[in-house]
């Protein structure tokens, strides 16, 4: 059996492969072409992709042995899962392993934005550091204040647990009502009431056809002129352009990104706001997280290319 992975992962995952397959690891740095990918996976029995790699029909369909598609990622947007799942070839994800490195991204954000860490720090590096003064680096208090999370399941809930500890009111909204919302002490609004009264909206949603451009112009301009938005989910949730109109003409204090809507391309202007923190998604981007996201892709495709469902089926 044959295993193609479109990008190097770290060695825990490919080791455990190793002993089973023939694997066949992309060197570059330099990213494949979508053709190149579908050249590799020809003859594979598995691949393992990455978030960024358009797993569509045609990718699908030059794959003639696939039977699993291994995403290193838990969003799985970049993959037709209907076509995949209409051809009989599995379709995995990672997810929990990487709850709490996503939630500490969401939290570094907030905190970053809300406190102007990024200039400051500039600032003292440049020498412009004259010694205390009142008005310097003014920014907003996130102790006490509301919180509003787009999406309460695993992320969004490791974020209000940390929200907890910022004796923060802790809003929600999800597609329904979660059961275990009282232990977060959170409560479910609608989403607009959640975009009128939260100070820190987090968005931790899955870019679904139901989801792109949730928060479009008419939704941003419920925000108030404090509030401060934070995206570690998907790009295309949030309507680039116009949250570039809001945050330009200072509608909303601030905003943290780690992912956006062309990814890796950004809104122009974007990169000159001074009330914009921008990661390049980092959300799951520690040592231990995406150790465990190798061995979790592992897992995965042993399960299918031995016959067994993989544990990780995003349908199951
Ligand atoms: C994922 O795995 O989908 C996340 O975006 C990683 O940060």
Redesign the pocket.
């Known amino acids: 059996m044959k295993v193609f992975i479109t990008y190097k992962i770290p060695d825990a995952g490919i080791k455990m492969l190793q002993k089973k397959f023939k694997i066949e690891v992309y060197q570059g740095e330099k990213f494949l072409t979508k053709k190149e990918m579908m050249e590799k996976v020809k003859n594979v029995d598995a691949v393992i992709t990455q978030?960024r790699d358009p797993v569509d029909r045609e990718f699908i369909d030059a794959g003639k042995n696939l039977k699993i598609i291994a995403n290193y990622?838990?969003?799985y947007n970049n993959i037709d899962v209907e076509y995949a799942k209409k051809k009989g070839i599995y379709v995995t994800n990672?997810p929990d392993v990487?709850t709490e490195a996503?939630a500490d991204i969401a939290w570094a954000l907030i905190l970053a934005v809300a406190r102007k860490i990024i200039p400051a720090d500039k600032f003292v590096r440049e020498g412009k550091f004259e010694g205390w003064k009142p008005h310097l680096f003014l920014g907003h208090e996130i102790y006490g204040k509301t919180i509003g999370i787009i999406g309460m399941g695993r992320i969004g809930k490791a974020v209000a647990r940390r929200a907890m500890g910022f004796g923060m009111k802790i809003l929600y909204h999800n597609r329904k009502k979660v059961d275990d919302d009282y232990k977060y002490n959170a409560k479910y609004v609608e989403l607009e009431t959640l975009l009128k009264e939260s100070d820190y909206i987090s968005i931790h949603t899955p870019l679904t056809k139901e989801t792109y451009h949730l928060l479009d112009s008419e939704k941003l301009s419920l925000l108030k002129p404090t509030s401060i938005l934070i995206n570690t989910a998907r790009g295309p949730v949030v309507d680039e352009k116009a949250l570039y109109e809001f945050l330009r003409e200072g509608k909303i204090a601030g905003a943290g990104f780690d992912?956006y809507e062309n990814e890796p391309k950004l809104t122009s202007g974007l990169e000159k706001l001074d009330n914009v923190v921008l990661l390049p998604?980092i959300?799951?981007a520690t040592y231990e997280t995406r150790e465990k996201m190798s061995i979790m892709v592992a897992e995965n495709v042993i399960d299918a290319l031995e016959g067994k469902i993989p544990r990780n089926l995003v349908w199951g």
């Open positions: 978030l990622a838990v969003g990672t990487l996503t992912v998604h959300g799951s």
